[in-house]
């Protein structure tokens, strides 16, 4: 199989779903979804031990394979999801101080300034 590598998002989808299709994996949703939160769990505990920084993007990996499996099982499109990649990249380099604030350790929206009277 040969990958673009200009362009990773297509590159690990494709990538993903030529490994399923070897080894003749169909995915069931439930099957998709139960493997990819036991890879939640791993990346979670290896994050919170913190020590091992190889095994924790190791484990993020398996986390984002492992959720192109539950797309592939739940009929999303390759290009649906590749799409939507990029909307989300777009989204977030839209995003500065005027439009974010991260507080309560998240980034949230501002509030829409109140009219002043
Ligand atoms: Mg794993």
Redesign the pocket.
């Given at each position: 199989m040969t990958f673009s590598t200009t362009d990773p998002l297509r590159d690990l989808i494709r990538s993903t779903l030529g490994f399923y299709e070897r080894f003749g994996w169909q995915p069931l949703t439930d099957d998709a979804i139960r493997v990819f939160e036991e890879?939640v769990r791993?990346v979670t505990e290896a994050a919170q031990d913190g020590t091992n920084k190889a095994h924790i993007a190791?484990?993020a990996a398996?986390v984002i394979v492992t959720l192109i499996g539950v797309c592939q099982a739940s009929g999303v499109e390759p290009e649906q999801l590749i799409e939507q990649l990029y909307a989300v990249i777009a989204k977030n380099d839209a995003k500065n101080h005027d439009t974010h604030i991260y507080t309560d350790g998240k980034i949230r929206r501002r509030l829409p300034k109140s009219p002043t009277t």
């Open positions: 890879e791993e190791e484990e398996d």
